[in-house]
């Protein structure tokens, strides 16, 4: 499976395109599926194959759970397929970039199995107290190992 990794800032085009890194264009052709991200302020950019995954495990929570359904609702309800255009870019979904708070700017993130969207500022904001955090989340993470 690809890994995906680093940080670029990126501009919407005036038809709600954005351009993803140029390092993955070769791993981001054929099927791609954009999903609200668990973040609020994110869109996550799954290939087909990370995507398949993540569904496998949507499709094994218990639909006799509230929580579990209430989930498994949201997430394959904001699932939109995509491909990259010839110039490395895809379309956002005006909900998808309403629901995320994206204007114009973005910044495009690595997130091992995925690529996350964030608004520009939005992104700011979590990263600063995500790096402030980020040795008691290695510590509390650790423990669950």
């Not at 498994?72 to 870019?89: I, M």
Request: glycine share 6%.
């Amino acid at each position: 499976m690809t890994f995906f990794y680093g940080r670029t800032t990126h501009s919407i085009d005036e038809k709600s395109r954005v351009m993803l890194p140029k390092k993955y264009h070769e791993i981001l052709k054929g099927n791609l599926y954009l999903v609200f991200g668990f973040d609020e302020g994110s869109i996550y950019l799954y290939t087909e194959e990370a995507f398949c995954s993540r569904k496998d495990q949507f499709e094994n929570l218990n639909d006799l759970s509230n929580e579990e359904r209430r989930l498994q609702r949201t997430f394959f309800s904001n699932v939109y397929d995509c491909t990259l255009d010839k110039q490395g870019r895809v379309l956002l979904p005006k909900d998808l970039m309403l629901r995320a708070g994206i204007t114009k700017e973005v910044v495009i993130i690595g997130s091992g199995t995925h690529l996350e969207i964030w608004d520009k500022l939005r992104y700011e904001q979590a990263f600063s107290l995500d790096i402030k955090e980020y040795g008691n989340l290695a510590d509390t993470v650790a423990k669950k190992i």
